[in-house]
């Protein structure tokens, strides 16, 4: 059961300005109110098979399960968490078996992967899951506030000991991912729920976006206008700007209030 919530959103995705063709995808399917950002990996444009294999299983899990609320799930559900949770986790534990699935099957497709940022509205609030650094933000009164924690060797670094702006910059595997779809035959997804107040943003984005484009430019930009089509033109523009150095995806939720 999809919530009541009143949402407004928007997606766009750009190659950037260094790569030849773009391997992020994204889908917002309305009558679920769920959102998704998958960026993959792998080189030879097997990243862009995952994360259109990524993206394409859950809203076909999410729509088999909609029309029959009886059907036979993949994964047992955990009972500590309630049903929309264990719903949006077993979706994208789904698609990490089948992309994992494919690899075994195809050797074009080795070592393909994805991450994955999703955010469902529901009725408790608004639901996020993720796995890899794909991230998403929340945009609230002025202020921003990262919602995901990367699945990222700089990020357990950063946890082990304090690093300077410089040894962050300069760090050498800034782009290795500890945590993805299609790594192993299972993964974790980590999720949370958000309580949301009148006019909050909510953005979801591929590492094209939130690498070239600091927290506090981003925020700006998310003021800037009321339409949500600008707002994630400009963040792509800002990126590109900052040199584009990867694909850039970007899906803006708007929270209307409820009913």
């Known amino acids: ?58 809203r076909e899990f999410y729509l088999a399960t909609a029309k029959d609320p009886e059907a036979t ?5 955990d009972k500590s968490k ?5 719903r949006l986790i077993t979706s994208i534990k789904l698609a990490n078996r089948r992309i994992y699935q494919e690899q075994q099957r ?9 991450t994955m940022a999703a955010l469902q509205v529901i009725d408790e ?7 890899g650094d794909s991230r998403v933000y929340r945009i609230r009164g002025g202020q921003i506030e990262q919602l995901t924690e990367d699945h990222s060797l700089l990020n357990d670094y950063l946890k082990m000991r304090k690093l300077t702006e410089d040894e962050i910059a300069n760090f ?17 997804v980590d999720t949370r729920i958000d309580i949301p107040h009148m006019g909050d943003l909510y953005l979801l984005c591929s590492d094209g976006l939130s690498g070239p484009v600091s927290d506090k430019e ?3 930009i998310a003021q800037e206008s009321l339409d949500l089509k600008v707002v994630a033109s400009r963040l792509i523009e800002r990126a590109n700007a900052n040199g584009g150095p990867d ?3 970007v899906v803006l939720v708007k929270w209307m209030g409820k009913g």
């Open 1 to 58: 059961m999809a919530s009541s919530a009143r949402v407004i959103a928007f997606g766009e995705t750009n190659v950037g300005m260094k790569r030849s063709h773009n391997e992020d995808n994204f889908d917002i399917i309305e009558e679920e109110k769920l959102y998704l950002v998958a960026d993959g990996m792998g080189g030879h444009a097997s990243g862009e098979v995952a994360s259109k294999l990524a993206v394409d299983t859950i």
């Open 73 to 77: 799930w993949p994964y047992k559900m």
């Open 82 to 86: 309630g049903y929309e949770e264990n």
């Open 106 to 114: 195809d050797a074009r497709y080795r070592n393909m992967g994805t």
């Open 125 to 131: 609030g608004v639901l996020i899951a993720h796995v």
């Open 172 to 188: 050498p595997h800034k782009n290795v991912i500890v945590r993805a779809l299609g790594m192993r035959e299972d993964v974790k």
């Open 218 to 220: 981003i925020c700006e």
């Open 247 to 249: 694909n850039i995806t």
